[in-house]
């Protein structure tokens, strides 16, 4: 209470504000209007301005994702069926057991690639655990530290959890949304997705290969074949005034055969520029993804912890504990985080 300059009295009131914690139910009187709030019982967030759910464009993104799901199949088969055509004759023209070997090869490849693309794409990329909410005696305490409420699926969503507006639903340890794929990448199939990774690039690599064993053996010999041998022995002796020449012509006489290749060369010219394109990108993806599971984190979480200190620990025990490996391997893997502090001492 403060006397003003002409003998009146000023009284200051401190309003409190009452707000239902969504997670226990529980009424909370706060000093202040506050939009967001965590509650002293359960932990819960609470947010009192939610975003509204958008649904306008839900359906022209599922709609894309449906397209590029059908695109990268079309060209798996494209892949698969064009190089059987184009490459396998010239394989089993050079002995039969090159091409029975190079057939089991593909074979398995191709079950394996588009068998796992198959299970990372339809199945549940994590689905979050009921969990009990809004009554007191039934939630205990700190029983939802850190849990905020999903408006779009009216529902609790740990820390862990996301929500994505193109599946319309929350996923557990949800790492992105893959439009090619037509699904998330989370807790339930994000083994599934690094296999289908690796085994799309062992893929594409064998594939690039092939086709340049498959052109070699397609062009038509060379016009000037002494020559072309004197240049090849130039580059194997490794004389550096003439590597430069050497190689030139070479390339030329490659370029001048080219123009006589059949329709079957220039399909295993498109697959090998295809599959190399494809290998790089994917490969890049994989570096990534096993970049972030060796640090613990998602690409989500390594998105929300930039710009703050927080750091996870960078072991090999992350990759093994992730693609379920016996724990008794972890005792000789050190950290990174171990590694830095013997350093410092």
């Given at each position: 209470?403060?006397?003003?300059s ?21 009424n ?7 939009p967001?709030?965590k ?10 301005n939610p975003?509204?759910?958008e649904?306008k ?34 394989l ?6 090159c091409?029975?070997?190079?057939s089991?090869?593909t ?27 809004g009554?007191?005696?039934?939630v ?7 849990y905020t ?11 862990r ?6 599946c ?16 998330c ?27 340049v064993?498959?052109?070699?053996h ?11 041998a004197?240049d ?5 002796h ?17 370029i001048a ?39 613990g984190?998602?690409?989500l979480?390594?998105?929300?912890s930039q710009?703050t ?5 960078k072991s ?9 490996c ?11 985080r ?8």
């Amino acid at each position: 209470m403060e006397e003003s300059s002409q003998g009146s009295f000023v009284t200051t009131i401190n309003e409190d504000f009452e707000a239902v914690c969504w997670g226990c139910g529980l009424n909370l009187v706060l000093p202040s209007y506050a939009p967001i709030f965590k509650c002293g019982w359960c932990g819960a967030i609470t947010n009192q301005n939610p975003v509204r759910p958008e649904t306008k464009s839900f359906g022209l993104r599922r709609f894309r994702d449906r397209c590029f799901v059908v695109i990268l199949a079309v060209f798996m088969l494209f892949v698969i069926c064009g190089g059987i055509w184009a490459a396998y004759p010239v394989l089993f023209s050079i002995s039969l057991a090159c091409g029975i070997f190079h057939s089991v090869t593909t074979a398995s490849l191709a079950i394996s690639t588009l068998s796992t693309f198959i299970l990372v794409a339809f199945k549940c990329a994590g689905k979050p655990p009921n969990i009990l909410y809004g009554t007191h005696p039934g939630v205990g305490n700190g029983a939802l530290n850190n849990y905020t409420f999903c408006n779009h699926c009216s529902k609790p969503k740990s820390p862990r959890t996301h929500h994505c507006r193109t599946c319309g639903m929350c996923v557990l340890d949800m790492d992105h949304h893959c439009p090619f794929i037509g699904n998330c990448v989370g807790a339930g199939n994000h083994k599934q997705f690094i296999a289908f990774l690796i085994s799309a690039v062992i893929s594409t690599i064998y594939a690039a290969v092939m086709c340049v064993y498959s052109v070699i053996h397609i062009l038509p010999p060379m016009e000037n074949g002494a020559a072309y041998a004197s240049d090849m022995a130039h580059v194997a002796h490794g004389n550096s005034l003439s590597i430069l020449r050497a190689v030139k012509n070479i390339s030329l006489a490659y370029i001048a055969n080219a123009v006589f290749i059949s329709a079957r060369g220039l399909v295993l010219v498109y697959l090998f520029v295809a599959s190399v394109s494809v290998a790089i990108g994917l490969s890049v993806l994989l570096w990534q993804q096993l970049s972030y599971i060796y640090e613990g984190k998602t690409y989500l979480s390594h998105l929300s912890s930039q710009g703050t200190e927080e750091d996870g620990e960078k072991s090999c025990r992350n990759l093994l504990s992730f693609f379920g490996c016996p724990h008794s391997i972890d005792w000789h893997l050190p950290t990174i985080r171990n590694l830095r502090k013997r350093h410092k001492t």
